[in-house]
T-cell receptor
């Protein structure tokens, strides 16, 4: 079946440094790629998304890039802060289902003071 | 402010019991989803519903059923709970028209003894 692979599973960075999380997807017809952040004790929350007709999108310290040819996309967080510590999930919407998305396995990001 | 609520944050049940997990959303969303979250496996879709009384199987429906009698409420039922159903269960909802952003509840951590 269709799947989304996410790496790394854990990531520890010094406060102020950048963090990068990478994902690959298998359904070449996927056209929408959201990123969710899950803080301790809460459900995941959408932080940024990108569609297949653009290569990059930025929102303050967060950016997402998409390479359709290689079928991979990445989340970049710059100037990391303690509140960035969380579990991050990438996801891809299946072309065959307008509402269904497939999630990656998650990355636990820790920011060291 | 969007809100998805789940009936319990923590639940302890015994093997063989019938378990009901309730989810309510106040956003008039057409789509509702049930996921289970396990370490290293990300979020896996159990069932989703795109309208009242409508349901579709997700990737791991075995051992589960669902009920959607009202638009705002989506129930997950474990007919006969087993220890391998010990997990975190997350409910989400989204609009059908531009149904990309999924809004999640806080989750129910279920322990089956």
């Amino acid at each position: 079946g269709e799947n989304v692979e996410q790496h790394p599973s854990t990531l520890s960075v010094q406060e102020g440094d950048s963090a990068v999380i990478k994902c690959t997807y298998s359904d070449s017809a996927s056209n929408y790629f959201p990123w969710y952040k899950q803080e301790l004790g809460k459900g995941p929350q959408l932080i940024i998304d990108i569609r297949s007709n653009v290569g990059e999108k930025k929102d303050q310290r967060i950016a997402v890039t998409l390479n359709k040819t290689a079928k991979h996309f990445s989340l970049h967080i710059t100037e990391t802060q303690p509140e960035d510590s969380a579990v991050y999930f990438c996801a891809a919407r299946l072309y065959s289902s307008a509402s269904k998305i497939i999630f990656g396995s998650g990355t636990r990001l820790s920011i060291r003071p | 402010d969007v809100k998805v609520t789940q009936s319990s944050r923590y639940l302890v049940k015994r093997t063989g019991e019938k378990v009901f997990l309730e989810c309510v959303q106040d956003m008039d969303h057409e789509n509702m989803f049930w996921y289970r979250q396990d370490p290293g496996l990300g979020l896996r879709l159990i069932y989703f519903s795109y309208d009242v009384k409508m349901k579709e199987k997700g990737d791991i429906p075995e051992g589960y059923s669902v009920s959607r009698e009202k638009k705002e409420r989506f129930s997950l039922i474990l007919e006969s709970a087993s220890t391998n159903q010990t997990s975190m269960y997350l409910c989400a909802s989204s609009f059908s028209g531009n149904g990309e952003t999924q809004y999640f509840g806080p989750g129910t951590r279920l322990l089956v003894l």
